[in-house]
């Protein structure tokens, strides 16, 4: 009897429990309604020069009075119109310009609310990685060296967004398809394209290039690919295959230690196999990346919302969560390298610094990861290649009125 009491206490208990569980358990992450909460203000400081920052602010100000973009700028429970949000943008220039140090860092505390991200496991946490923009060697026709084709856009990707033929499809991610006859089949996948010759006889190829490079500048989503004779090719992101993207790092965990796994190592474990091998490897990443070229005198890589991207403001997320030309505030560690030829970080140091939210990627998906750009080059590429670091992101808001009479 005893023993029979026992057992049901402790049944009942565990029910409690996960009752109890379930109650604390955080709401799903929906839109952009409840992937930011208004939070007390951090410490605030900055790591790379400030007038880079202003530069960058000053240049997304003139885009945005000039582009038809017109949606709202939201953080959780509170929406700013275009115009609302410009405002605050051009007020964070004019502190700027009164005030430097602790000064101008208290008053951007006492005029901006700052806003948590949703964050994972908790508010604030965020998952960072980064990205550059690759400098690679190549070709305008194939040789030995050079064997893998970078490609412009297919003229026959059709878009399709399941949400038009059902609301229930509202959260899937947009396809890219093609017609065959009277169906529709999914586009192309990576090993049909490279492999299959499915691309081959269209004339897309815009030049040729190493395999590696290949996969890792369609990973970057544009680059510089350097011919001989001194002339280069700027490519950026024109279209994509539709296929999910999936990281091959996973595919790696037996081969590579997990506290060991970077761009670095993933490269050199490629390099050392047979080309049918690697090939292996770069198809278990189904999706593919198509570019056109960059004429005139380009800046450097063109970010989702439309601007050059600004090495170390730069941030990529998710765009359905979070606000595309936003300020916000980064809170990290960031590697430091014993020479340039290292890949191995001999230490890491604080990362702070103000960023701009203007740039979106395949694999940043959720409330609770970023990706922030680097910038160009080998020197970037060296940095980019070991972020896998957790810290705390804050989006900056203007207070309103009423706020501002609350404090």
Sequence with gaps: MSSGKTRFRWIVGLVLLALWMGSCARAPLKGPENSLLRADAPELSDDLPLEQLFSAITE??????????????????ETFTKQEYLAGLRRFLELGKKHSGEEFFDQVRDEFDFYEVYGDPSPGDVF???YFEPVIPGALKKTDQFSQPLYGAPNDILRLDLERFDEKFADE???????????VYPYYSREEIDSGGALSGKKLELCWVDPIDAFFLQVQGSGTVELSG?????????EKNGHQYHSIGKFLKEKIPADQLTLHSIERYLRGLPVAEMRKILYQNPSYVFFH????????????????????RTIA??????????????VSTKPKFDSIESTTPSSWEPLARFVLDQDIGGAIVGGGRVDLFWGRGAEAKQYAGVMKQSGKLYYLAPKKRENMEQH
């Design 317 to 330: 997320t998710d765009p359905k969560y979070f606000p595309k030309g936003a300020l916000a505030f980064l």
């Design 230 to 238: 001194g002339k280069s090719l700027r490519l950026i992101y024109a």
């Design 60 to 77: 997304q100000v003139q885009f945005l009075e000039k582009s038809p973009r017109d949606s709202n700028f939201v953080f959780g429970e």
């Design 293 to 312: 070229l960059l004429e005139g005198d380009a800046k450097g890589a063109l970010t989702y919302l439309g601007v050059p991207a600004t090495a170390g």
């Design 128 to 130: 960072i990685t980064s």
């Design 173 to 183: 991610r947009k396809r890219r398809a093609r017609v065959v006859g009277n169906d």
